[in-house]
């Protein structure tokens, strides 16, 4: 078994090869097994006489994409963990001081533990290929990396160069990986392997060591205890604590093993990162993490909630209605994807400005390396503007994107739907009109959908799929299809006011608002938004949507909703932003924020007439918990009335959707990190002193009553 996952082979010059080759697997990952043929391979290669040097690669078009997070997960107790990593650092080690020449030919991505296993190496050479990345992205799943790459990395580029890249996780191209100094080499992609040959060849028969190894090594940059490295660890660690908010725990040990391992000799500093390594992956932040962004991410993307009978569909050329900023967001997205597309407005000037946007965009590309001017000319030629329904002929799909007017809609609908063929799907990419009521001017109502995008379209990743009452499983399957297509990930939610994002996203908000109604000082209330983890408070929010768009969104629930309508502080407060104080947000650079034109923005000073604050203000905690909290009752409660599928679907949702904080894997992860028991009886209690809109939703009660949770892990 592992004998056919690194292939060994020993050619007549002396150089030992270990092509890694996982089994059933499109990337190399470095499971239990593949650990241990590699183990078992470095131990042959050091043992082995014929071997006079050594050369790492892989028989996939990557090098190795990371540790897999099953085992790391499947891992509760941190003894073990440590007891499995230190086998690792033994070796990495071992291959490192052998002796002989040992190179690696990274053929493609190598992240995380794939990485660490480069660093091992004393030569690095990467193959020049556009989806090549190479990097420690374990900080962006809660971990570390824990196979010597808070020792090995600073080491040999400094810590001040090592720190960025160590707490931000950030994946590079081959050059840029070259010009930070993390590989040696860049060469035409295929030609690794001999270019690592070829270095091999020149040190056979020389002792080889890493720098670290070397009598008389320097740390480049100086060490811990220098000025530059006080200065580098008094602002890296201000830093991350502005970024983190404290919570998430780390980066705070990723600090804390290049500062305390960089004192230290070089195995002392492996067992402290060990340790750190542990102690992050079973914090209940890192846990969460993982399940939300990679295992319930792969299940969203790989559409599990398609339905399965329904045949795959290519998207060849899709038509899109309204070239604003929605619509021509929706074009760019389908140029990069190869996806032809009829952009249509009411002027030809208004349609090629939409394509001029997706022009802006690709330029930048092109200025930074990520694109050939050819691919940006090809990618400009799918895009067709115009202003005749006949040239929407032969689309697989229209998603229309003109003003959220009834009225404009219907309008379009049917000039497209004439021109459409029978099993050509029509989407609406409408923010708050239930889909249901527009696909009433529809004449194939089981072809309408929802496709909510968010904006800009170009970086915001999610798009919630509505499911009207009339839509047909054909048309979900194909429309999920679609938005793989462009590389999005799909949430499917039922039609329902709000949707799922903007529904569960506004209690967030409108909790600020009535807080603010209560008393609460207004940098109380932005201050716990942000250190709850949310990017932005929700006074800011309340700007950045638009106090008057907000103002007539609430006067039409309360018209459709009739007596249903429950009208909160909330709403008075932005009805007095709007009518007495005339400030209606950030685009008219006052709102509940001033924003001068020089300098950041400051809460408006004139908020205190308005909304005076009490003499006793709450405690930060409780201010947080109501924030957050409220957020996850009512997702429950998108759950309990079949708005969204499933806790994974809310979860994802609300990560790519409104950046929910990632640390507590989304707003049910959050239910689930607490536990069920802890947070019901919290929010029984916020019930007693806010009101009902705390009152635990019974499918919570039913769960606690069964001793059920959500999630197994
Ligand atoms: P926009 O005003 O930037 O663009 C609308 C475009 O539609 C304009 O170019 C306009 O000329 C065109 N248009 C108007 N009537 C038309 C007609 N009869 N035929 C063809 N084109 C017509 O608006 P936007 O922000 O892009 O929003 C478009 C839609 O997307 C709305 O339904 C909105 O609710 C929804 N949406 C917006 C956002 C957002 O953040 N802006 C997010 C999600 C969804």
Redesign the pocket.
């Known amino acids: 078994m592992n004998a056919n996952i690194v292939r060994y082979s020993v050619d007549t010059e002396g150089i030992a090869t270990l092509a890694i080759d996982c089994p059933g697997r499109a990337l190399n990952v470095l499971n239990r097994e593949a650990l241990a043929a590699i183990y078992a391979a470095i131990a042959r290669a050091i043992a082995d006489p014929a071997a006079k040097a050594i050369l790492l690669a892989s028989d996939k078009e990557d090098f190795i994409a990371g540790a897999d997070l099953d085992m790391v997960l499947a891992i509760t107790d941190a003894a073990e963990l440590k007891a499995a990593t230190l086998e690792l650092h033994r070796y990495l080690r071992a291959l490192e001081t052998c002796g002989k020449p040992v190179a690696v030919a990274i053929n493609g991505s190598a992240l995380g533990g794939g990485y660490e296993l480069c660093l091992a190496c004393h030569y690095r050479v990467a193959g020049n290929r556009p989806s090549a990345l190479i990097g420690l992205p374990e900080v962006t799943l809660g971990l570390l990396p824990g196979g010597g790459g808070t020792q090995r990395l600073p080491r040999l580029i400094g810590i001040r160069a090592a720190l960025p890249l160590l707490l931000e996780g950030k994946k590079l191209k081959p050059a840029e990986a070259h010009k930070a100094g993390l590989v040696h080499e860049v060469v035409a992609a295929g030609n690794e392997r001999e270019a690592a040959r070829a270095w091999l060849r020149g040190r056979i028969g020389q002792e080889t060591l890493q720098p670290w190894d070397i009598k008389g090594y320097k740390l480049p940059g100086g060490p811990v205890q220098s000025p530059a490295g006080f200065e580098t660890f008094y602002a890296g660690s201000a830093m991350t604590l502005a970024k983190t908010a404290g919570n998430y725990p780390a980066p705070h040990y990723i600090l804390s093993c290049v500062y305390e391992g960089l004192q230290t000799d070089f195995d002392t500093g492996c067992r402290t990162e060990v340790a750190y390594f542990a102690a992050a992956a079973m914090t209940p932040e890192a846990k969460a993490m993982m399940r939300t962004l990679f295992f319930h991410m792969n299940q969203v993307n790989s559409l599990a909630r398609r339905p399965a009978e329904v045949p795959r569909r290519k998207f060849s050329r899709v038509g899109v ?9 929706v074009a760019y997205a389908q140029a990069m994807a190869g996806i032809d597309t009829v952009l ?4 030809l000037e ?1 349609a090629e ?2 394509k001029s946007h997706t022009r802006r965009l690709l330029d930048t590309r092109v200025h930074k390396g990520y694109m050939s001017a050819e691919t940006r000319d090809a990618a400009l030629t799918r895009i067709y503007p115009t202003t005749r329904y006949a040239d929407l002929d032969g689309c697989d799909l229209v998603i ?5 007017d009834r009225g ?2 219907a ?2 609908t049917r000039q497209a739907e004439a021109v459409l063929t029978p099993d050509a799907i029509f989407a ?6 239930p889909i249901g009521s527009l696909a009433e001017v529809s004449i194939r109502p089981q072809r309408f959908i929802g496709l ?4 800009p379209v170009d970086k915001m990743p999610l798009v919630e799929v509505i499911v009207g009452a009339k839509t047909s499983p054909e048309t979900l399957a194909q429309a999920m299809d679609y938005v793989r297509a462009i590389r999005k990930t799909p949430v499917v939610v039922n039609d329902s006011r709000g949707f799922y994002t903007s529904r569960v996203f506004s209690t967030y908000v409108r909790e600020g608002l009535m807080m603010l109604a209560e008393g609460v000082a207004p940098a109380l209330i932005e201050n716990a938004g942000k250190l709850a983890g949310m990017p932005v408070g929700p006074l800011a929010i309340a700007d950045e949507i638009a106090l008057d768009l907000a103002d007539r969104v609430n006067r039409q629930t309360a018209a459709d909703l009739g007596a249903a309508y429950v009208r909160t502080a909330a709403e008075d407060v932005t009805e007095t932003m709007v009518n007495v104080c005339k400030r209606i947000g950030k685009k008219v650079g006052a709102g509940f924020y001033d924003y001068p034109a020089e300098g950041p923005k400051r809460l408006w000073s004139g908020l205190m007439r308005h909304f005076p604050s009490t003499a006793q203000q709450p405690a930060l905690e409780q201010v947080q918990r109501r924030l957050l909290y409220i957020q996850s009752i009512e997702a429950v409660r998108c759950l309990e009335e079949d708005v969204i599928a499933s806790a994974c679907d809310a979860d994802v949702g609300a990560l790519l959707g409104w950046a929910f904080p990632v640390c507590h894997g989304g707003p049910i992860g959050h239910i689930q990190q607490l536990e069920l028991p802890r947070f019901l009886a919290a929010c029984r209690e916020l019930a007693v002193s806010f009101g009902p809109r705390f009152t635990p939703p019974a499918l919570l009660e039913k769960m606690a009553a069964a001793g059920e949770s959500f999630y197994v892990a």
Not at 428 to 433: G, V, W, Y
């Open positions: 209605l309204g070239a604003g900023m929605m619509g021509s967001g249509l407005d009411t002027t208004a400005h939409g229309e994107a003109v003003f959220e404009v809609k309008d379009v609406s990419n409408t923010s708050t009109l909510h995008f968010f904006s």
